[in-house]
């Protein structure tokens, strides 16, 4: 009783089918471009994240992280160089300094 192809019942073909479409699933997935955050840890409790400094705290020289991976956010301690690495990507910092007069 019920469809019939070449002689089996059509819910035999249902482990068949969901594994093909897992398959197909899984490798569209494995081969779209990943697009992740940018900030993965930094005060993700605000809804954005502001910081601010007084030209005179910044003494003759600093640098500002860019790659969003410092433990001394907003300071840079070199982040950039394991994130780089790992993801091939070219993120540094953002340096200041003083000019002498």
Not at 17 to 29: D, E, M, R
Request: charged letters at 25%.
């Amino acid at each position: 009783m019920g469809f019939d192809l070449a002689g089996k019942e059509w819910t035999t073909y249902i482990p068949i089918a969901t594994s093909l479409g897992l398959a197909i699933y899984v490798a569209w997935q494995a081969m779209r471009p990943k697009i992740g955050l940018v900030n993965p840890d930094i005060e993700k409790n605000e809804e954005k994240v502001v910081n601010s400094m007084d030209v005179e705290d910044i003494g003759d020289k600093i640098a500002f992280c860019r790659c969003w991976r410092s433990k001394k956010f907003p300071l840079c301690d070199g982040s950039h160089n394991a994130h780089n690495k790992a993801t091939g990507d070219n993120v540094g910092p953002m340096c200041l300094k003083r000019k002498n007069a």
